[in-house]
Nanobody, 132 residues
Framework: QVQVAESGGGLVQAGGSLRLSCTAS????????VAWFRQAPGKEREGVLC???????????YYGDSVKGRFTISRANAKNTMYLQMNSLKAEDTAMYYC??????????????????????WGQGTQVTVSS
């Protein structure tokens, strides 16, 4: 049974940085599609960024418009952990952040998106609060 869990949320001042972790249990992230979503109170869930197939030399990344140039995704040395590095944080980045993943993505699949149905495994979320 694969599970994913987020960690690393907290309170940070505007302009600061924070790194969130997404850790899988029951599997590594090899050949997985992984995305980060966020949801602020009273707002719809928003796709932050995604990677189409981890472990491929030409993996592709897609970013939500609001985070381009500020957020990046990377993989830890431990192959069951992905990071979301958030820089130049703004008050409007305040939200619950969720990691989502889907396993065994075929080699021929290129690209990823932010449809919730594309991801089978979801974490419980970690709160990020940016003070202005």
């Amino acid at each position: 049974q694969v599970q994913v869990a987020e960690s690393g949320g907290g309170l940070v001042q505007a302009g600061g940085s924070l790194r969130l972790s997404c850790t899988a249990s029951g599997s590594t992230f090899d050949a997985y599609r992984v995305a980060w979503f966020r949801q602020a109170p009273g707002k719809e869930r928003e796709g932050v960024l995604c990677i189409d197939r981890i472990g491929r030399s030409d993996s592709r990344f897609y970013y939500g418009d609001s985070v381009k140039g500020r957020f990046t995704i990377s993989r830890a040395n431990a192959k069951n952990t992905m990071y979301l590095q958030m820089n130049s944080l703004k008050a409007e980045d305040t939200a619950m952040y969720y990691c989502a993943a889907d396993g065994s993505v075929p080699e021929w699949v290129i690209g990823c998106g932010f449809a919730a149905t594309d991801y089978k495994y979801w974490g419980q979320g970690t709160q990020v609060t940016v003070s202005s």
